[in-house]
């Protein structure tokens, strides 16, 4: 068992370290483990028991070696269809990931296009979201992008990326430019500036604000760990540098 406090960032491989930039930025100081359930990979067509199961394991698999004083789980899908459940079993904070709708609805946008998981899309929390939204909601069913998004972050493949740009290109490509983009999957930040810049649309997603709701946790249970320790661990394969190197590489990513 550690002596250091972290906080466990994870997610079924990837996407979850664009949270981890936006907490690191946030929060300094802290200690974060960064956990890659590849093994796991991805969580977007699991059953919401499957997940329960997958995720209750993950964090008390990582209980067993380092101490943890919280939980962010840096997955829309996970956190959508199972936090409450999860939330049940443990005694530290557990912080979700949700699709960003408030921020354009308070920037006056009347329409966001919800581009997320099939998953992330059916469940009765998004729907909540959604109804408490001034705007109108419309969905882009995100298929398999994550899986391809996973594929070319640890490979770097400029096939892989060819294809992923021309898979948004094509599933917003009806899309309205008025629209706000928010990106309900943490895999898909990292082609927000494609959107942004490419494709000309406002985009969103929900990772700054998991870093504030972070930092007031943080706050609020007197967090000790203060020695600025980032550490990288996988579910199956030990590709730890690959994990460090996708980190990285995550600000250069077009």
């Known amino acids: 068992m550690s002596k250091i406090d972290y906080v466990l960032v994870f997610d079924s491989g990837v996407g979850g370290l664009t949270t981890l930039s936006a907490l690191k930025k946030t929060c300094p100081k802290a200690n974060f483990l960064y956990l890659s359930d590849d093994k796991n990979c991805p969580y977007g067509n699991k059953s919401p028991d499957d997940l329960t199961h997958i995720i209750s394991a993950v964090i008390k698999t990582a209980m067993k070696t380092h101490k943890l004083s919280a939980v962010v789980i840096a997955c829309n899908t996970a956190t959508t269809s199972v936090i409450g459940s999860i939330r049940s079993q443990f005694a530290i904070p557990i912080i979700g990931t ?26 009765s929390r998004t729907k909540f979201l959604e109804q408490n939204s001034k705007a109108k909601v419309h969905h882009v069913n995100g298929g398999n992008l994550a899986g391809l998004i996973e594929n070319y972050i640890l490979t770097q493949d ?97």
């Open 98 to 123: 949700e699709p960003n709708l408030k921020e354009p609805d308070l920037l006056g946008f009347h329409h966001i296009t919800l581009m997320a998981t099939p998953l992330t899309l059916s469940q």
């Open 158 to 254: 400029s096939k892989t990326k060819l294809k992923i740009h021309k898979i948004i290109k094509s599933k917003l490509k009806y899309t309205p430019k008025f629209h706000a983009i928010t990106l309900g999957c943490t895999h898909y930040v990292f082609f927000k500036q494609y959107i942004e810049t490419t494709l000309k649309f406002r985009c969103f997603d929900g990772n700054l604000g998991v870093a504030n709701r972070l930092k007031n946790v943080l706050n609020e249970i007197g967090y000790k760990g203060k020695e600025s320790k980032l550490k990288f661990i996988s579910s199956s394969l030990p590709h730890t540098l690959r994990l460090k190197q996708a980190f990285k590489r995550l600000t250069a990513v077009k």
